[in-house]
């Protein structure tokens, strides 16, 4: 595996992953100029596979009119906000599958190098996925707490 600072270089990866497979052949991360800048978060190096987060908020059954809204997805259940906790966001729809899913990780901790680490200390939001080693998927990095904390990765 190999890092690059050229978001076009043709060996990157991109997004999740259905099935198993090995690592990108090239992982792309902030310059060292960019990143000499400063970090926003701490420079953690280590993150463990806790799975999806849950519903933050009680769910309940969906009513007729959100039930027409949402015809052809397979949507079970709602997590209504409280007034202003998502800006506008009224709430959440949610799938029995991604009910099932939620904290179902494989508790694996999985490292990585110090540009990749510093990347993510620098502009957290910088990854959408990152790479479990023991279900060897690219996931959404929600999927993931920065180890020895319960704070989720892209944070």
Not at 9 to 15: A, T, V
Not at 73 to 101: C, D, M, V
Request: proline share 8%; charged share 20%; net charge negative.
């Amino acid at each position: 595996m190999s890092l690059t600072t050229d978001p076009n270089d043709p060996r990157l990866g991109h997004g999740t992953d259905d099935k198993p497979v090995p690592q990108n052949e090239v992982y792309l991360v902030l310059s060292a100029e960019e990143r000499a800048k400063g970090f926003v978060r701490p420079v953690r190096a280590a993150y463990r596979h806790v799975g999806a987060p849950g519903p933050k908020y009680p769910l309940r059954a969906m009513n007729a009119e959100e039930i027409e809204e949402t015809v052809g997805f397979p949507y079970i259940a709602f997590e209504p906000y409280p007034k202003g906790e998502h800006g506008s966001a009224l709430g959440r729809y949610w799938t029995q599958g991604q009910l099932n899913a939620a904290g179902k990780g494989c508790d694996t901790v999985t490292t990585m190098a110090t540009a990749l680490a510093e990347t993510y200390a620098r502009e957290p939001g910088f990854y959408g996925s990152t790479y479990c080693v023991n279900c060897s998927r690219h996931l959404p990095v929600a999927d993931f707490v920065w180890d020895g904390t319960t704070e989720r990765v892209g944070s």
